[in-house]
């Protein structure tokens, strides 16, 4: 049964940094692309980043290039999303998934498994 959790989320205030870290089981971690989403109130899940399976690529949305940072530790199976000078609008439950594909995928179709998801709030 695989399974993915997220950790580390909360409140804090603007210009913060925030390290979130998703721990995934059942599954070979280092065949996946790892993705980072989240989804604010009444919007659709948007994607933040994705990271190849051995950590040398990485991709991230234009809304966070420069701030977030995603790695990966393929001997502890857990991604993390390093998220600095946050701003309120990154207020969101994130999400970490795993794309058996690799790292091409930039939507939540092309994901196969989900973690349930950490709030993050930012206070201006």
């Known amino acids: 049964q695989v399974q993915l959790k997220e950790s580390g989320g909360g409140s804090v205030q603007a210009g913060d940094s925030l390290t979130l870290s998703c721990a995934a089981s059942?599954?070979?971690?280092?065949?996946?692309?790892m993705g980072w989403f989240r989804q604010a109130r009444w919007k659709e899940r948007e994607f933040v980043g994705v990271?190849?399976?051995?950590?040398?690529?990485?991709y991230y949305a234009d809304s966070v290039k420069g701030r977030f940072s995603i790695s990966r530790d393929n001997a502890k199976n857990t991604v993390y999303l390093q998220m600095d000078n946050l701003k309120p609008e990154d207020t969101a439950v994130y999400y970490c998934?795993?794309?058996?594909?690799?790292?091409?995928?930039?939507?939540?179709?092309?994901?196969?498994?989900w973690g349930q998801g950490t709030q993050v709030t930012v206070s201006s």
């Open positions: 998934a795993a794309d058996m594909y690799g790292e091409r995928a930039r939507t939540p179709p092309g994901y196969e498994y």
């Open positions: 990271i190849n399976w051995s950590g040398e690529r990485s």
């Open positions: 059942g599954l070979v971690f280092e065949d996946y692309g």
